[in-house]
């Protein structure tokens, strides 16, 4: 797989069924590697190794409905009184990061009001802080530690 601009991790990887596999310690199972996987699992150990969000408090791959459709947000870190603290989007490498990725987390966002946003194809991180009071996102340099 290709190098990704995070830290480098340690992965626990296996060949399934002529697929490689790549273990997903939220979801605690190897799931199929392919390029957005490969990105989505060094976000999780990035936001938990050096951001200290703790591991309980991240979600990934769950079912979300916006305007009557079933959607699949990448990752969620919740406060711990269940409000969302963060939206990741994941983008294989491959895929540049445009306006249509930055509409569709907005769109995740309108259902899911979370304060901190992120993109990522795993080359290039965007980050956003919401104003909920004004309705407006700021890009930050980089995402504020979990506190």
């Not at 591991?55 to 699949?72: A, D, P, Q, Y």
Request: aromatic share 12%; with cysteine.
């Amino acid at each position: 797989m290709q190098k990704l601009n995070f830290p480098a991790f340690e992965f626990r990887v296996k060949n399934r069924e002529n697929k490689t596999a790549i273990f997903s310690i939220l979801r605690k199972k190897f799931l199929v590697l392919t390029p957005e996987e490969w990105v989505r699992q060094h976000c999780v150990q990035f936001l938990h190794k050096h951001l200290a969000y703790p591991l309980t408090l991240l979600s990934e791959e769950r079912k979300i409905v916006i305007n009557g459709r079933i959607k699949r947000y990448d990752i969620v870190a919740f406060e711990p009184n269940g409000e969302i603290n963060l939206i990741v989007e994941c983008k294989a490498p491959s895929i540049p990061i445009s306006q249509a990725t930055f509409d569709q987390i907005a769109k995740y966002n309108m259902e899911l009001n979370a304060r901190y946003l992120m993109i990522t194809n795993g080359i290039n991180h965007y980050f956003c802080e919401m104003n909920k009071e004004l309705q407006e996102y700021t890009f930050l340099p980089k995402l504020p530690t979990y506190k």
